[in-house]
């Protein structure tokens, strides 16, 4: 696993880190549930909350008190011990510190994007902690260079998102840079990306599934957590 960020959060530490295929495929839809409860223990020991991802805008609040079956793509808690993930291959999982006391992580692939996923999950952050300062982290996605993308579909968000969203891929055609729409939104959001993972999932094959570059059905998990102090 790949730690992103580590720091303080309102007495207690915060977590974001992400897995590779050294960890196993993630994805609640591909493994075994007693299988990937294996996976996640061995990882992390706390308990795991996901959710099914489609894409949306929806943010739901995680407790230890009730279990998470939503429909959503992206989550939020400000309790201990309790491990968010969000799952992808080729979409960016971006994560979120509130140092007022609360993490998040959201899926954000560019139907999300479009749909305003960042955005909800920030106002959501704001709700739950008003005088936190939020730090992202923005893990492995695809980028520009192997994502060729329509013409109709990338006109349309780069009069969403800027200039900068439109690439080109090693072939010369139309790409979506999801790096630069991502950076355009959290830049308008008011939100400081502390750390962006380098790394292509399309163009690493070593280290990530890509299903767009490779068709592989594997996911790599997103994660976010605070733990208690006593534990760091």
Not at 78 to 106: K, M, Q, T, W, Y
Request: contains cysteine; proline residues 4%; negative net charge.
């Amino acid at each position: 696993m790949t730690p992103l960020i580590v720091r303080e959060c309102n007495g207690r530490v915060a977590w974001l880190a992400h897995t590779t295929r050294a960890d196993g495929d993630l994805s609640p839809s591909n493994v075994a549930s007693d299988e990937l409860l294996k996976r996640r223990r061995a990882l992390i020991a706390h308990p795991w909350r996901a959710v099914r991802q489609v894409h949306s805008d929806r943010v739901v609040d995680v407790t230890h008190s009730e279990p998470v079956g939503d429909i959503a793509d992206a989550l939020i808690t400000d309790e201990s011990n309790l491990v968010l993930a969000v799952h992808s291959a080729d979409c960016a999982p971006v994560g979120f510190i509130s140092d007022g006391g609360a993490v998040a992580a959201a899926h954000a692939g560019w139907k999300g994007l479009e749909l305003g996923v960042l955005e909800a999950t920030v106002r959501r952050i704001r709700d739950l902690t008003p005088s936190g300062v939020i730090t992202a982290a923005v893990g492995p996605h695809i980028r520009a260079a192997e994502y060729e993308f329509g013409a109709q579909d990338l006109e349309r968000l780069r009069r969403r998102f800027g200039d900068t969203v439109a690439g080109t891929t090693y072939a010369g055609q139309p790409a979506l840079d999801l790096t630069a729409a991502i950076a355009s939104e959290l830049d308008r959001l008011g939100v400081a990306v502390e750390t962006w993972s380098a790394n292509c999932t399309a163009g690493d094959g070593d280290m990530y599934w890509s299903y767009r570059a490779r068709r592989e059905p594997g996911r790599l998990a997103l994660t976010a957590w605070i733990e208690d102090a006593a534990n760091d």
